[in-house]
């Protein structure tokens, strides 16, 4: 359950002029403390500031337990939170990277652990970045067991910084979900994401902000939203995590496919077998603004839109006809926006989308 702040073993007055301030780090943990407590589940053993942090795993729950594990980022979308200065949300889309590629196979996330490296700790911009953590996990229903704060002056600008985390989760052999349960017949659930998420921002800021001329402060009236386009482009990834696994209790789930950098087609690819195809029909939704922005600004191609962007969409569910309806309702009344948006059929391993987005 680390929480610190160091990168040598110096100390006193030298370390400090080294550009390492420790005290800052220590005010920085009480700071983000309450918000990392209020994520700890009942398996957590312990407290804050501990070397490693504990979790006493409840074997009798599982017949067969799996643990899955997954590390990310949230990538270039932090020059965006670094340049307006809000640190509160990117800590959201950390989780939601992590969390939702371990809900894919079926796995509940149990916990996570968060590494932040920072070029100079302003103890507040930390806790809003942690604190933002936190949230998340909160979100997803995991711990936030233990992460490292790293001051690494000369390395990092003092504004600039870079986080990273991983989680651990826990599925049943026999229910982990993917290419072996998918047939030809299945349909495809689409859940709406919140905008771009986390993915495709080094494209966004050369074609919006580089090539666009566009700036962060300003309204862009075909948002249709009295925002800002650094609003637009910090809004946090959505976390699917716990409506997904109430619904695979629910109902029969066959897959779940995150849509991440890869769009569409680069992950929806990922869970299925070289005996089927995918048939995405482009028909049954309309993208965000934010997308025809930036391929209109940035004169994108729609074929490069797609293997970048989720275009609206942040995971899809792949169910029998039998449970489609029942799935839907049940998405939808966690507040989760899903329809039908495809479906399985013979093939040779490939996903096609058809069709065009309503004008």
């Known amino acids: 359950m ?29 700071l983000m403390r309450s918000k990392v407590k209020k994520t700890f589940r009942p398996e957590v053993v312990g407290n804050i500031g ?63 652990q968060d590494y932040v490296a920072i070029g100079k700790v302003v103890p507040e911009k930390v806790a809003d970045i942690v604190g933002g953590i936190a949230d998340g996990c909160r979100w997803a229903g995991c711990a936030l067991l233990g992460g490292e704060t790293a001051e690494h002056p000369g390395l990092l600008e003092p504004g600039e910084y870079d986080i990273a985390a991983t989680g651990i989760g826990v599925v049943d052999a026999d229910s982990i979900l993917g290419v072996e349960r998918i047939k030809a017949g299945d349909q495809i659930i689409a859940l709406a994401s919140s905008g771009l998420h986390s993915n495709g921002y080094s494209l966004v800021r050369h ?60 992950n929806v690819v990922r869970v299925i077998g070289e005996d089927v195809d995918v048939v995405i029909d482009r028909a049954t939704w309309r993208p965000q603004p934010i997308f025809d922005l930036i391929g209109t600004v940035g004169r994108v191609t729609r074929a490069e839109m797609e293997r970048t962007f989720n275009m609206g969409v942040g ?15 049940s998405f939808s009344a966690k507040g989760v926006n899903a329809w039908v948006t495809g479906e ?16």
Request: hydrophobic share 40%; proline share 4%; charged share 25%.
């Open 207 to 266: 074609a919006l902000l580089a090539g666009g001329k566009m700036r962060l402060d300003q309204e862009i009236p075909e948002l249709g939203k009295q925002r800002t386009l650094g609003e637009e482009l910090l809004t946090p990834t959505t976390i699917y995590a716990k409506a997904c696994l109430e619904v695979i209790g629910e109902c029969e789930v066959h897959a779940l496919a995150h849509i991440t950098g890869g769009g569409l087609p680069g």
């Open 50 to 112: 501990g070397f490693a942090g504990l979790f006493a795993f409840d074997t009798d729950k599982y017949k067969k337990p799996v643990l899955a594990s997954s590390t990310d980022g949230v990538g270039t979308k932090l020059a965006i939170a670094q340049q307006m200065d809000i640190h509160d949300t990117v800590g959201v889309d950390l989780v939601a990277m992590v969390v939702d590629d371990l809900v894919v196979c079926g796995a509940e996330p149990l916990f996570l």
């Open 2 to 30: 680390t929480r610190t702040s160091r990168d040598a073993k110096e100390e006193g007055s030298s370390y400090r002029a080294a550009g390492v301030d420790i005290e800052a780090g220590d005010r920085a943990v009480e």
């Open 344 to 359: 399985i059929v013979s093939g040779t391993g490939t996903v096609r989308l058809v069709d065009e987005h309503p004008a």
């Open 315 to 329: 995971m899809v569910v792949v169910v029998p006809p039998s449970d489609v309806d029942r799935a839907v309702a």
